[in-house]
Every structure is written in C-alpha cells, then in structure tokens.
C-alpha cells in the first residue's frame, strides 16, 4: 500500500483560494485512484472529489463542483486539490485516500479506499 501525506491546509478568509497537496510514497502510485474526502466537527466523512489513476476521469461532490478541481501528477507522486470561492461550510479537517484500481472508473464512497492519510485543517472565516 501507498503511505499518504497531505498538506496545504490553513485559514483563508471567504472567497479566497487554498491548494492541498497529496504526496504518496511506493513505486506503485500509478495504480491507485486518489480521493478527497472531508469531515467537519460532528458530522460524517463526506466525499469531495476523486482521480482515476491515469488522471483522465474526475469526479467531484455536488457541494464543490465548479470550485474545486482536482489533478495528480504521477511523476511527483502527488494529487493536488485546488479550492476556490471557498465558503465557510468548507471549513473540515480534509483527507486524501488511495484506491488500488487500473480501470477508469473513479471511486466514491468511503469503503472503496484502503490507504488514509492523516489529514490537513482548512479554515474558512466569514
């Protein structure tokens, strides 16, 4: 399995930007599908968006669809999340996690993921 480490998170002001980064460790990163997911105090882990392995299919959740993109750069063994337009309901502790997959299909839900990092704080004020 990969070992996963994100980073990029802090507090940024309403309508501001942040890009976290993912970086794995394993010379097998390019069979793993990547996702973000978010949990906010008191309520579940919630899924934002997903990679494929190859980096041609996204997905993302309906709450950061057309502010949020995410990428992977397979050389550096990284996935990125960039984020903007961020609101306060995006304040949560975010996690990237690895799904060991050679197909296109891009994985969701929280059991389609085996590795876990340990995840990166963002901070939203209004």
């Known amino acids: 399995q990969v070992q996963l480490v994100e980073s990029g998170g802090g507090l940024v002001q309403a309508g501001g930007s942040l890009r976290l980064s993912c970086a794995a460790s394993g010379r097998t990163f390019g069979n793993y599908a990547v996702g973000w997911f978010r949990q906010a105090p008191g309520k579940e882990r919630e899924f934002v968006a997903a990679i494929s392995w190859s980096g041609h299919s996204t997905y993302y959740g309906d709450s950061v669809k057309g502010r949020f993109t995410i990428s992977r750069d397979n050389a550096e063994n990284t996935v990125y999340l960039q984020m903007t337009s961020l609101k306060p309901e995006d304040t949560a502790v975010y996690y990237c996690?690895?799904?060991?997959?050679?197909?296109?299909?891009?994985?969701?839900?929280?059991?389609?993921?085996?590795?876990w990092g340990q995840g990166t704080r963002v901070a939203v004020s209004s």
């Open positions: 996690a690895g799904a060991r997959t050679l197909t296109q299909v891009v994985p969701r839900r929280v059991a389609d993921f085996s590795s």
